[in-house]
C-alpha cells in the first residue's frame, strides 16, 4: 500500500522529523500575500524540506528541518522606481524544540534557527517568512534602465559662490 504524502500546510514536524520525510514542490509566488505585494508577480516558489533527527548523547534526539526555497521576485527599485527582479534564495537548517522557554533560550546561544515544534507546521507561511528575511532591506537595481529624474530645484541656474571666496572678500575688506 502507498503511503500518502503528509500536507505541507499541515506538517507534523516531529513525524517528519522521525520519518527523515523529504518534501518538495512549487507554489506560484503570488500565493503568498506578504511577498506579492505591491509590483505585480509571476513565477513560482521551489521549495523543499527534508525531516532529520540528531542524536544526543545522554538526551532525546534533536528535532531539525532543512529548508531550501527560491524565487524571482519583483519588487520598486529605491533609486528608479522601476520594477526589479530580485533572486531569493534560502537554504536554513531549523531546529524544533518542546517550548517557547527552550526555544528563546536555545535562540539566544545559537548561530542555529531554533522554533518550536508543531504538529500542524504550515510550511507555505514558514517558506513565505523565510523568503521575506532574505529580501534586501533596499531593492534597487545593479545599474538603473533610465537615466534617474532630477528635481527641478537641483539644477541651478549659476553656480554657487564658493565660500572660500566669500572669506577672501572677508580678508581684503578686513585690511583696509
Not at 539644477?155 to 572660500?164: H, I, N, Q, T
Amino acid at each position: 500500500m502507498k503511503q500518502r504524502q503528509p500536507d505541507p500546510r499541515k506538517l507534523d514536524v516531529a513525524d517528519a522529523a522521525a520519518a527523515a520525510l523529504v518534501l518538495e514542490g512549487q507554489w506560484s509566488v503570488a500565493d503568498f500575500e506578504r511577498l506579492a505585494e505591491g509590483v505585480s508577480q509571476d513565477g513560482d516558489v521551489a521549495w523543499s524540506v527534508r525531516g532529520q533527527l540528531r542524536p544526543v548523547v545522554g538526551g532525546d534526539a534533536e528535532v531539525w528541518l532543512h529548508l531550501a526555497a527560491r524565487a524571482k521576485v519583483w519588487r520598486e527599485c529605491q533609486r528608479c522606481l522601476q520594477p526589479v527582479a530580485l533572486d531569493v534564495e534560502v537554504s536554513r537548517p531549523l531546529r524544533f524544540v518542546a517550548d517557547e522557554t527552550t526555544a528563546a533560550a536555545l535562540d539566544a546561544n545559537s548561530e542555529d534557527d531554533v522554533l518550536v515544534a508543531s504538529r500542524n507546521l504550515d510550511l507555505h507561511e514558514l517558506v513565505e517568512d523565510e523568503l521575506l528575511l532574505a529580501l534586501p532591506l533596499v531593492p534597487k537595481h545593479e545599474r538603473c534602465p533610465r537615466n534617474l529624474p532630477m528635481a527641478a530645484g537641483d539644477v541651478a541656474a549659476e553656480p554657487a559662490p564658493s565660500p572660500f571666496a566669500a572669506l577672501a572678500a572677508l580678508k581684503r575688506d578686513s585690511k583696509r
